[in-house]
């Protein structure tokens, strides 16, 4: 079983950044797919941002120029840099990865975009 360890959430003024760190442990199959969705309130959980073990990213539209994945294979790590943030980006964001054993999710991180 992996185990997922996010960071870097919490409360930033509109335009401000934010970078969020998730840490997988606690297997040695290799991870493939990893990536980050958010859930706001009354909303279903939605993809933000995903990356391949070769570095190929993927970005919903909403956030396409304004966030960045990306990993560090050999730390198991996925980041997710947030520039220019707004009020709509607020939600919990959960980290994903993807091994060939199973899917598994972090505990989720809150960011808070308010002035």
């Known amino acids: 079983q992996v185990q997922l360890v996010e960071s870097g959430g919490g409360l930033v003024q509109p335009g401000g950044s934010l970078r969020l760190s998730c840490a997988a442990s606690?297997?040695?199959?290799?991870?493939?797919?990893m990536g980050w969705y958010r859930q706001a309130p009354g909303n279903q959980r939605e993809l933000v941002a995903s990356i391949t073990r070769g570095g190929t990213t993927n970005y919903s539209y909403s956030v396409k120029g304004r966030f960045t994945i990306s990993r560090d294979n050999a730390k198991n790590t996925v980041y997710l840099q947030m520039n220019s943030l707004q009020p709509e980006d607020t939600a919990v964001y959960y980290c994903n990865v993807r091994q060939v054993r199973g899917t598994y999710w972090g505990q989720g991180t809150q960011v808070t975009v308010s002035s």
């Open positions: 606690g297997s040695d199959f290799v991870i493939y797919d």
